[in-house]
């Protein structure tokens, strides 16, 4: 049954929060006739409720997925990813808007900085969180001491920590004492113990990429929506059952969203 269309959200609102385009853009889109729900031409001002009308642009049904939001947070240092602290330090879920609640999928120390998916999808969560779908996250590490090729060597192939042996990663030199590091795996601090293993200590640590995601111009402590084409490479980088994981990874663990101790 369609809604009425005084009620609801405003389709432009909804247009935009599927990342079809800025709020401009889609009111062009709904004068220019391009968009229908349920099969008619809307006209601006219409609102529409995602979970029972069917909003198509230039005849493709929109992708929305009722309630579910999926935010990408620049997570400054000093505040905490979970959802409250005791001792009362600033928390992750205080820079996103309260409702519709999210939590965060993984989780970065109090000290590391960048990007943090938030989001009430917990299907999606959980593949992302998974180990077995190996999701790339990359890093910006201002270490102590400047690392040799031989030390890049080590971080590359695999480093021997007390929890087992790191997956081969990605490593390379931006600068004298600055180490791009990738890795697949999301085990507590692991990429300040990799690093203090090799006997450069983190100084600073930055999450630059989480999968296909990555976004330069988000400053710290700020916050936006994944846009539709975003959610879709995230949903194809953890589409399927998973891969075996490799060497090192462990597979003992139940990794859920947010698991407890571990970075993802
Ligand atoms: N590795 C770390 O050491 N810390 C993080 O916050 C994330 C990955």
């Known amino acids: 049954m369609a809604s009425d269309e005084h009620t609801g959200e405003r389709l432009q609102k909804v247009l935009a929060r599927v990342g079809i385009g800025s709020r401009r853009v889609c009111e062009d889109l709904i004068d220019e006739g391009r968009v229908t729900v349920n099969g008619e031409v809307a006209e601006l001002g219409r609102r529409v409720e995602v979970d029972v009308d069917l909003v198509e642009v ?3 049904p929109i992708g929305v997925r009722p309630g579910l939001v999926y935010y990408l947070l620049n997570k400054p240092a000093g505040v905490i990813t979970t959802a409250s602290d005791p001792q009362g330090r600033p928390t992750v879920l205080e820079l996103v808007p309260a409702e519709p609640r999210v939590f965060p ?6 000290e590391t900085e960048g990007l943090l998916l938030l989001t009430n999808d917990g299907e999606l969560a959980n593949r992302i969180a998974h180990p077995s779908h190996g999701v790339e996250k990359e890093y910006l590490a201002e270490v102590q001491g ?3 090729r031989a030390t890049l060597r080590r971080l590359r192939e695999g480093i021997e920590l007390e929890d087992g042996t790191t997956a081969p990663a990605q490593a390379a030199l931006v600068a004298p004492t ?3 590091l990738t890795i697949h795996e999301g085990r507590n601090r692991q990429v300040r113990r990799m690093l203090d293993a090799v006997g450069h200590p983190v100084q600073r640590l930055i999450r630059t990429k989480v999968g296909p995601l990555t976004d330069r111009r988000l400053a710290p402590g700020a916050w936006r929506e994944l846009t539709l084409p975003e959610l879709r490479s995230l949903e194809t980088a953890v589409a399927g059952p998973g891969t075996t994981p490799g060497p090192g990874v462990p597979t003992d663990r139940s ?5 407890d101790g571990a970075d993802q």
């Open 105 to 110: 999928v993984g989780r970065l120390d109090l």
């Open 146 to 148: 400047e690392p040799s």
């Open 178 to 180: 600055l180490v791009r």
């Open 58 to 60: 230039d005849g493709a």
């Open 255 to 259: 990794a859920g969203a947010g698991a």
